[in-house]
């Protein structure tokens, strides 16, 4: 991570910041759990009732992948995200 570290240092606006909610609603981390899946990891975001992320980490995990409703919903969501890029 020096290179992100580089940027910030030299207020190069490289990196912007987005929150948990951001990254979920983008179809992101279902794509990048999607991927962790095949070694056995996941990334875990705890929420609220309200949809305000309490905490998020990484976790080892039996999964092997979605049901075929949520990778339509996700495939769905990551391209709406990529429209807008």
């Avoid at 207020?11 to 929150?19: F, L, V």
């Avoid at 080892?60 to 990529?82: H, L, N, P, R, W």
Wanted: glycine share 8%; hydrophobic share 40%.
């Amino acid at each position: 991570m020096r290179c992100v570290v580089l940027a910030v240092e030299r207020g190069e606006n490289m990196i912007k910041r987005i929150s948990w909610e951001q990254f979920r609603q983008s179809g992101m981390l279902w794509w990048v759990n999607r991927i962790l899946h095949t070694f056995g990891l996941v990334i875990v975001v705890e929420v609220n009732e309200d949809g305000k992320v309490l905490e998020a980490y990484p976790a080892e995990c039996d999964y092997q992948g979605f049901g075929m409703e949520d990778e339509i919903e996700g495939f769905a969501k990551v391209s709406q995200y990529m429209k807008k890029r």
